[in-house]
């Protein structure tokens, strides 16, 4: 029943911004992190940016001065992109290792649907 959404995903022009969210919802005891991932057509999903509960965040070379994460919330994390390029263009996961209720001693990894960014004039 865990459940990991995305959104704020659309159309923006070369130079703008738009800020992605992810909320994770359900039977949920603790998230020890949560992560963006981008997959661009015909290539492999890669790593953006990662949070931590206990404030730790980073983005990956390629997107740092541009984008930067947050986690709002225990639950949440935002990823502002900023200076948005033809290159940023493509579907946007988020990525969470949870601990389920119930299930205290084990953790697994989630994945949200995906959120289209496209970055085009």
């Known amino acids: 029943q865990v459940q990991l959404v995305e959104s704020g995903g659309g159309l923006v022009q070369p130079g703008g911004s738009l800020t992605l969210s992810c909320v994770a919802s359900?039977?949920?005891?603790?998230?020890?992190?949560m992560g963006w991932y981008r997959q661009a057509p015909g290539k492999q999903r890669e790593l953006v940016a990662s949070?931590?509960?206990?404030?730790?965040t980073a983005v990956v070379d390629s997107v740092k001065g541009r984008f930067t994460v947050a986690r709002s919330n225990l639950k949440k994390t935002v990823l502002q992109m900023n200076s948005l390029d033809p290159e940023d263009t493509a579907v946007y996961y988020c990525?969470?290792?949870?601990?389920?209720?119930?299930?205290?001693?084990?953790?697994?990894?989630?994945w949200g649907q995906g959120t289209q960014v496209t970055v085009s004039s």
């Open positions: 990525k969470a290792v949870i601990v389920k209720l119930g299930d205290a001693l084990a953790h697994s990894e989630y």
């Open positions: 359900g039977d949920i005891f603790r998230i020890y992190e």
């Open positions: 949070t931590t509960g206990g404030g730790t």
